[in-house]
């Protein structure tokens, strides 16, 4: 059974930083492409970033220049280092695991961010 459990989100002024966390069980980890996601009220749940086993990362348009994406794969830890945070970054961000070739596929359970102006 795999679980992921995020940490790190709360409450920030506009321009300030977060850093989210999410600890993996499990042993799929080290083979997984990691990688946030948020969902905003009334919004579909959107990509914010990913990392491949192999370190490869993508970014969605918004966040690029402000976020980073990171993992310790002795930890089985991914983090998402989130600077010059704003109002519209606020959303609740879901880990997520995956790997198509051996057909898993599992999110956290997600962790409120709210960017205050």
């Known amino acids: 059974q795999v679980q992921l459990v995020e940490s790190g989100g709360g409450l920030v002024q506009a321009g300030g930083s977060l850093r989210l966390s999410c600890a993996a069980s499990?042993?799929?980890?080290?083979?997984?492409?990691m990688g946030w996601y948020r969902q905003a009220p009334g919004k579909q749940r959107e990509l914010v970033a990913t990392?491949?086993?192999?370190?490869?990362?993508n970014y969605a348009d918004s966040v690029k220049g402000r976020f980073t994406i990171s993992r310790d794969n002795a930890k089985s830890t991914v983090y998402l280092q989130m600077n010059s945070l704003k109002p519209e970054d606020t959303a609740v961000y879901y880990c997520?695991?995956?790997?198509?070739?051996?057909?898993?596929?599992?999110w956290g359970q997600g962790t409120q961010v709210t960017v205050s102006s």
């Open positions: 997520n695991a995956k790997r198509a070739v051996y057909a898993f596929n599992y």
């Open positions: 499990g042993s799929i980890f080290s083979i997984a492409t």
């Open positions: 990392i491949t086993s192999s370190g490869s990362y």
